[in-house]
C-alpha cells in the first residue's frame, strides 16, 4: 500500500499544531487553501481528473477553480476538499472508494451536497471523511471490517457514518485497518489485526466496529502503514506496536507487537511517521523542523535511511545526523534527501535516486549541486521520486519517471539529477505516487 516519507510540514513551510491536523502515512496528503490544481502521470483510471484517461507528462490544470483547499491522492484515485467544505474525488472507484456509485471518474465529482468535510485519509480500495462536527464517515472496501460499522461481508459506495460520535478528531488508514483518536484521547482502532496492528492486545483478528485501544485518555496523534503502528500521547512519549520485522517499532528487537510499547524514555516526540518498513520521529520543539536532527528505526539495507555507518537494519532510534542544521529530511528504502539552514540540498544512499548522477552508494550525505535556494521538500510514495521547490518558486523533481508523473515532458526511466519542472515560478506544492502526480500553485 502507499507509503508516505515526506514530513508533513513540507508541504506548508510552516509551524504545524498536530491538534488541527488529520492525517495520514497511508496516502500522501497535501494542504493548502485557494490553490489551482495540476496534475500529471499515468492516468488509466481517469485519477488526474481531466475528464480523460489519457496519460500526460507535463502538468495540466484540473478545471479553471482556485479554490482547491486539500487533495489527497492515492495510486489510482484522488479525494479532494475545497474551501467552502464539499468533498469531490475521481479516479478508480471498483470497490466504491469514491463515495460515489461504483465506477470510475475521470472528473472530480461531488459526493453528496454538505459543506462540513475537513479532511480524510484511505487504506487499501477504502476511504475514510472526517467532518468539522466530529463525525466520521467510510466507503469502499470491507472485507475485513475496515468500514467500521459492525460489518464485513458487503462494499459501501456511498459514505456511511461510524457509530454516532461526534468525537473523532483524526485518523490514519493502514492497509486494512484504521487507528484514531477522540478529542477526549482515546485511542481506537478497527479492521484486521494482522501483526498485531490494532494494538488491542490480538493478532490477526478482524474488529468490524471501532474498540477502544486500553482506557488512556492522554492519546494525541497516531500513524499507521500497512501493519505498524505508531502513536504519541500528550506527555511527549512515543509509542508503537504491530508489526517489527526491520526492526521498525524502535524498541531494539524484531519481534511484532499486538499492544503498545513505549519507545525510550524521551518524552520530546512531536510527530511520528510510519511506513511499511521503516519509521521516522522527530521532537516537538521545533515542529518546523529548523536546527532539529532526526531520528529513524527499520529497515536500512544499504545506508539508505540516514547516513549512519553501518550496513544493517536499525532496532532502536538513532541519530540519522550528528549535527542540527537539517530544515528538513526525508526517508525512502532507496535514499534520503535533506536541506540545510543554508539552502543546500544534499542526499544519501543512491545517488540516481536523491539527484546526483550516476548509480553509485553514498553512506554519508553529499551536496546535491552548488544551489542556496532550496526551500522545500517532498518524498513520493514508496521513495521512487523526490520533489523540491526552490525560493524562486520554481518547482524541480528527480528519480523514478516511467510514466511520465514528474511532469517535465518525458516518458520512461529515470531523471538522476534535479530537474525544472515548466518555467512557472509561483509553485507551492507537490506529491506523487507510484504514478501520478499532484501541484499546487499560489493564487
Given amino acids: 500500500m502507499a507509503n508516505n516519507y515526506t514530513t508533513k ?42 475528464g480523460t484517461t489519457t496519460s500526460y507528462s507535463s502538468p495540466i490544470q484540473i478545471g479553471s477553480l482556485n479554490n482547491w483547499k486539500k487533495v489527497i491522492s492515492g495510486g489510482s484515485n484522488t479525494i479532494g476538499i475545497k474551501t467552502d467544505g464539499t468533498l469531490w474525488t475521481w479516479g478508480r472507484n471498483d470497490a466504491g472508494q469514491l463515495g460515489d456509485s461504483g465506477v470510475n471518474r475521470s472528473s472530480p465529482v461531488q459526493i453528496g451536497t454538505d459543506t462540513n468535510w475537513i479532511d480524510a485519509t484511505g487504506g487499501h480500495k477504502f476511504s475514510v471523511f472526517l467532518k468539522n462536527n466530529g463525525t466520521l464517515w467510510t466507503c469502499g472496501y470491507n472485507f475485513f471490517g475496515a468500514l467500521g460499522n459492525g460489518t464485513n461481508s458487503n462494499n459501501y459506495s456511498s459514505p456511511i457514518q461510524i457509530g454516532a460520535s461526534t468525537l473523532w478528531k483524526q485518523a490514519s488508514a493502514g492497509f486494512n485497518y484504521v487507528a484514531a483518536v477522540k478529542t477526549d484521547g482515546t485511542l481506537w482502532t478497527w479492521g484486521w489485526g494482522s501483526n498485531g496492528a490494532l494494538g488491542n492486545g490480538t493478532n490477526g483478528d478482524n474488529y468490524s466496529s471501532p474498540i477502544q485501544v486500553g482506557a488512556l485518555t492522554n492519546w494525541k496523534y497516531v500513524s499507521g502503514s500497512h501493519y505498524t503502528t505508531a502513536a504519541i500521547k500528550t506527555d511527549g512519549t512515543l509509542w508503537t506496536w504491530g508489526y517489527n520485522g526491520y526492526g521498525q517499532l524502535g524498541n531494539g528487537n524484531t519481534t511484532n507487537y499486538s499492544s503498545p510499547i513505549q519507545v525510550g524514555i524521551s518524552n520530546g516526540w512531536g510527530y511520528i511517521n510510519v511506513n511499511r518498513n521503516s519509521a521516522g520521529a522527530i521532537p516537538s520543539q521545533t515542529y518546523s523542523v529548523i536546527g532539529n536532527k532526526y ?64 548509480v553509485i552508494t553514498y553512506s554519508s550525505p553529499v551536496q546535491v549541486g552548488t544551489d542556496t535556494k532550496w526551500s522545500k521538500l517532498f518524498m513520493c510514495k514508496d521513495g521512487v521520486a523526490t520533489g523540491a521547490i526552490k525560493t524562486d518558486g520554481t518547482l524541480w523533481a528527480w528519480g523514478y519517471n516511467g510514466d511520465g508523473q514528474l511532469g517535465n515532458s518525458n516518458v520512461g526511466g529515470s531523471i538522476t539529477v534535479p530537474t525544472q519542472i515548466g518555467a512557472n515560478t509561483n509553485w507551492s506544492s507537490f506529491s506523487c505516487g507510484n504514478q501520478t502526480s499532484l501541484m499546487l500553485k499560489n493564487n
Fill in 9 to 50: 510540514d513540507a508541504t506548508l513551510g510552516t509551524i504545524v499544531d498536530l491538534d488541527d491536523k488529520f492525517i495520514t502515512d497511508a496516502w500522501l496528503v497535501d494542504q493548502f487553501v485557494g490553490g489551482t490544481l495540476f496534475t500529471s502521470g499515468r492516468n488509466a483510471y481517469g485519477q488526474l481528473g481531466n
Fill in 295 to 358: 531520528y529513524f528505526a527499520g529497515q536500512n539495507g544499504n545506508y539508505y535511511m540516514g547516513g549512519f555507518n553501518s550496513i544493517q537494519d536499525v532496532y532502536a532510534d538513532i541519530t540519522a545526523s550528528q549535527d542540527n542544521n537539517w530544515t528538513y529530511w526525508a526517508s525512502s528504502s532507496s535514499h534520503s534527501n535533506g536541506i540545510r539552514t543554508d539552502g543546500t540540498l544534499w542526499g544519501v544512499g543512491l545517488a540516481n535516486r536523491f539527484g546526483n548522477g550516476p
